[in-house]
């Protein structure tokens, strides 16, 4: 095999520079042949994706990975660079995407059940010896046309305002006040933040409208926020999407909320909303940000298709 390694040197607040000389000494005393491509900036995955695989010649196809190394938003990036390319040349077949989680969050390798330890992942990757297709969401904006996909989830509300938040916050890249940064963001959000109003469209069925939602995502995975289950039935091996809605909470409420998550019963609740479908539409009417895979989209409305789509894996 050919492992085409796209890295994030800053993920995991820059844990992954640290950690890439452990992983190169190791990959060449396997002697295993790989190339490396190094972001430079964000956004930069994408690019480098689609360059790797217009690189790949016929030759060495059937041997190729293309691995992504850094957090969740690296393997957004890396997924969207090979969906993009293959959107140009259909008639390829598809290169399949590894994950070598080195990142922060790492809901998708929870999920997945990819070590999180970097050597044990690596080894699960270097074993693996047949693509699995997963399902990964895709979206289309219905006032742009505008198409993406996302392999984690898609958030409008509470999870994105913390996502902003965070992502603000002069203590994020520190490798020991990151998660701290984090948990005072989602108390700020807790403080100040407005439900707003979201509609949403099931085909065949009436439009059901919430007034004060609060978190509106749309996951293809289990957890959130760096393993927290929100979705607990929901997979990537599943053709569908599950659709979790929370109405803004009282204090008691929140409390509930909170306690029913760690006993995974907190879809029970009856200002919790969940939807599984292939296919969904989400309107909302006030603007609140949004984020995709951890990545923000700024604060706006929001008029969405969610559907399923696939691509190959290589996991274990
Ligand atoms: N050279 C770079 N300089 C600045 N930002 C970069 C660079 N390379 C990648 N990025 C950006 O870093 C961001 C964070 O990366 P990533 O999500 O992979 O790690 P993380 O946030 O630590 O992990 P997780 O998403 O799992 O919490 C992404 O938005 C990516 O575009």
Redesign the pocket.
């Known amino acids: 095999m050919e492992y085409f390694i796209i890295l994030?040197k800053?993920?995991?607040?820059n844990k992954a520079r640290l950690l890439w000389p452990k992983v190169e000494a190791r990959l060449k005393q396997l002697n295993i042949s790989y190339r490396t491509f190094v972001?430079?900036?964000?956004?930069?995955?994408v690019e480098l994706a689609n360059q790797i695989l217009s690189q790949i010649t016929h030759a060495h196809h059937s041997d190729a990975v293309v691995m992504a190394a850094?957090?969740?938003?690296?393997l957004h990036?890396t997924l969207l660079g090979c969906i993009g390319y293959y959107a140009t040349y259909p008639s390829e077949s598809k290169i399949p995407i590894a994950f070598l989680p080195i990142?922060?969050?790492?809901d998708f390798a929870r999920a997945l059940k990819i070590p999180l330890h970097w050597d044990k992942a690596l080894e699960q990757i270097l074993h693996c010896s047949k693509a699995a297709s997963l399902t990964v969401g895709q979206y289309t904006n219905l006032d742009t046309h505008d198409e993406g996909y996302f392999t984690n989830n898609f958030g409008i509300g509470f999870d994105a305002t913390v996502v902003h938040d965070a992502n603000r916050s002069s203590l994020k890249n520190s490798r020991y006040f990151g998660k701290f940064s984090y948990w005072i963001s989602v108390i700020n959000a807790l403080r100040t933040f407005q439900g707003f109003n979201t509609h949403v469209k099931i085909p065949g069925k009436p439009e059901d409208v919430y007034q004060n939602a609060f978190l509106v995502t749309t996951t293809n995975l289990p957890y959130f926020g760096?393993g927290i289950k929100i979705a607990p039935d929901a997979s990537a091996y599943k053709n569908q999407l599950d659709l979790i809605i929370v109405e803004k909470p009282n204090p008691i409420q929140l409390l509930l909320f909170v306690s029913m998550i760690f006993l995974k019963r907190h879809l029970s609740l009856r200002f919790i909303h969940h939807y599984v479908q292939k296919e969904l539409l989400i309107s909302t009417k006030d603007s609140r940000y949004g984020q995709i895979d951890?990545?923000e989209l700024g604060e706006r409305t929001y008029n969405l298709k969610f559907e399923t789509a696939s691509y190959p894996f290589w996991i274990r």
Do not use: L, R
Not at 39 to 45: I, K, L, P, R, W
Not at 103 to 106: A, H, M, P, T, Y
């Open positions: 994030n800053c993920a995991g607040g972001t430079q900036y964000d956004g930069h995955a850094g957090g969740d938003g690296t990036e990142g922060s969050g790492n760096g951890g990545e």
